[in-house]
């Protein structure tokens, strides 16, 4: 018995001695830590120091400290019951006009990822290119052409001309499609097709394959499309401020883009109250939807 324990207490000596950090590591492990913190410091001071605005009763740049002295609600209370301000009502059109925008583009770009997908017919590459070199053209070339176009259309639509949220939609929907439909398509490439051949011979038409078969298959996909739609249009400011012209038409970005230009200096604790309040439906949308995103980005980046 001797022996045997003398031969395993030699065997795990060199083991432990290799597991025995050397300098060379310890270095390593400390310059990655280093790194690791000054990231996370400059991810998440502007949050912090936003969140330290909005709790501190000065609501005034010169006075902004990260532990605010005497910290209260007013900036929130002002936030909420300033009649010249309604918060509220700028908060439900940007919801409004986000989530119309991202079930509009998650079906219409899942239809045409699917066509895309599976089937083949003349200028389908083409095609392809031309969408994906459109995107590359950045929204602020298109702005004037945009707002003459809305203007006509308000003549015999006033709904989707300017200064109407049906006409900010249409625009939100043409902005979207482009890069989803890559990235759905390429998720749409990932299932097999042998559920197509399938479903044919069974008799099923393209539309019940694509409904009852490929759709429940797709959802990841289509939860990172409906959540990259929903965040990139309810923080929409360009556009929004460019096209809507009244209070009551507002969303939020354009709303809070007034305490900026009235006495911004001296509104500073208001605007981030405001900014506060305006993050909690993305953050809540990103939490409930979570593993969709991840298996959505990682399967159609893999496969695509």
Not at 28 to 35: E, H, I, K, S
Not at 147 to 171: A, C, D, K, M, T
Not at 192 to 212: C, L, M, N, Y
Not at 241 to 251: D, G, H, I, P, Y
Request: charged share 10%; net charge positive; proline share 5%.
């Amino acid at each position: 018995m001797s022996d045997h324990a003398a031969t395993i207490e030699a065997i795990a000596k060199p083991e432990k001695a290799a597991r025995k950090p050397t300098p060379r590591h310890r270095r390593g492990y400390l310059f990655r830590l280093v790194v690791s913190i000054v990231a996370l410091v400059f991810a998440l001071f502007p949050i912090i120091w936003i969140v330290s605005a909005a709790f501190n009763p000065s609501s005034n740049m010169a006075n902004q400290s990260l532990v605010p002295p005497n910290a209260s609600l007013a900036n929130f209370e002002e936030l909420l019951n300033n009649p010249l301000h309604p918060f509220w009502l700028w908060m439900w059109n940007s919801v409004k006009i986000a989530t119309i925008t991202s079930v509009l583009s998650v079906f219409i770009t899942a239809l045409t990822a699917y066509a895309f997908s599976r089937f083949r017919f003349r200028g389908r590459q083409p095609l392809l290119v031309t969408i994906l070199l459109i995107q590359v053209f950045p929204n602020l070339l298109t702005m004037v052409a945009l707002f003459l176009f809305l203007r006509q259309i308000g003549e015999y639509f006033p709904s989707f001309g300017l200064n109407s949220h049906g006409g900010l939609i249409l625009v939100y929907l043409g902005a979207q499609m482009g890069i989803n439909i890559w990235l759905m398509k390429g998720y749409f490439d990932s299932i097999p097709r042998d559920i197509d051949e399938s479903a044919a011979v069974d008799g099923a038409t393209h539309w019940q394959t694509f409904w009852k078969l490929i759709f429940p298959l797709v959802r990841p996909v289509l939860a990172v499309v409906g959540v990259l739609v929903f965040v990139g249009t309810f923080n929409e400011f360009i556009l929004a401020n460019v096209l809507l012209r009244s209070t009551e038409q507002f969303t939020l970005m354009v709303g809070l883009y007034l305490f900026v230009t009235e006495n911004f200096q001296q509104q500073w604790g208001v605007f981030a109250a405001g900014a506060i309040i305006g993050a909690v439906p993305t953050v809540v949308i990103y939490l409930l939807l979570q593993d969709y995103i991840v298996s959505g980005l990682t399967v159609g980046a893999v496969k695509g």
